[in-house]
């Protein structure tokens, strides 16, 4: 079964992505700038690449616990607003945006690491697989509810939250640490509040400038001469588990994480 990535919405969405992750690191202000205009002219809400990547993501990020009679008439009713959307429409938006990004960007980004391609390839290949014969069809539909079927130690995906919940989530903090909260914490929590109104780029954006900015910061206390063991150690824990973000999706925990080990890292710099 062969499968066509550049034809794959939720594979061109990915890809730049990880551009933009990959600009932010680079501290390529005018490429940054350049691949979030790309996302939000082709991936924004009212756009039909929007649209068919929202179908794309009720099978990849699902979390529900489904039983198998319910996980297979979710993907019928899947398909049928797979097919809603205008294909011809589809197919056209794509070859814009491919055309964009090898203009703009270069060929390479298709050549960018997609940790979860594969699932990716596999949700591509059952949308399109009417023109699959039967045994193919059915090989590919297991795999997509194999997909469905959450893990034990499967985590919650970001959970959109309203103002009453937000109020109480900052009040939480606030006794937590029984002062007010630091610009960049401020700045965090507001992106993650606001995620819901551009797809979770913006917060995607500042996670990746936040974390990129903390194992900067990180990394040039290392290098003092003057460090224990002790803390040096810790140090490097806190990098570890900054490292261990790469391959999450971003959720509510790794948020609330970010969010302690900005006040860490605060309370490291006053003190040294």
């Known amino acids: 079964m062969k499968h066509n990535k550049k034809r794959n919405t939720a594979f061109l969405y990915e890809c730049l992505l990880k ?7 680079r ?29 794309y993501k009720s099978i990849l990020e699902n979390n529900d616990k489904m039983t198998s009679d319910f996980s297979k008439r979710f993907l019928v009713e899947t398909q049928i607003d797979f097919k809603k959307i205008n294909r011809k429409s589809v197919f056209n938006a794509q070859t814009k945006l491919i055309s964009q ?14 940790p979860n391609y594969k699932d990716i390839a596999t949700v591509g290949t059952w949308l399109n697989s009417d023109s699959l014969n039967a045994k193919s069809r059915l090989i590919v539909e297991t795999k997509v509810l194999q997909i469905l079927t959450p893990k034990n130690n499967q985590k919650k995906e970001m959970r959109h939250i309203d103002n009453l919940t937000y109020q109480t989530f900052i009040q939480k903090f606030n006794e937590t640490y029984k002062r007010s909260l630091g610009d960049n914490q401020k700045a965090l929590l507001t992106n993650y509040i606001v995620s819901f109104s551009d797809n979770g780029l913006g917060l995607k954006t500042f996670m990746n400038e936040e974390i990129s900015r903390i194992r900067e910061n990180l990394s040039n206390m290392l290098k003092k001469n003057n460090l224990d063991e002790q803390y040096r150690s810790n140090t490097q824990k806190v990098l570890d588990k900054l490292d261990s973000f790469k391959k999450q999706p971003i959720n509510e925990s790794m948020v609330k994480s970010l969010f302690y080990i900005q006040d860490l890292v605060e309370e490291m710099n006053n003190g040294h």
Not at 38 to 50: A, D, Q, T, V
Not at 101 to 114: A, D, H
């Open 27 to 55: 501290k390529q202000a005018n490429d940054k700038e350049n691949v979030i205009s790309i996302i939000r002219e082709n991936f924004s809400k009212g756009k039909i690449l929007y649209h068919d990547l929202q179908l």
């Open 101 to 114: 990004i090898n203009q703009s960007l270069g060929s390479n980004v298709f050549k960018n690491f997609v």
């Open 19 to 25: 551009e933009l992750t990959k600009t932010i690191v």
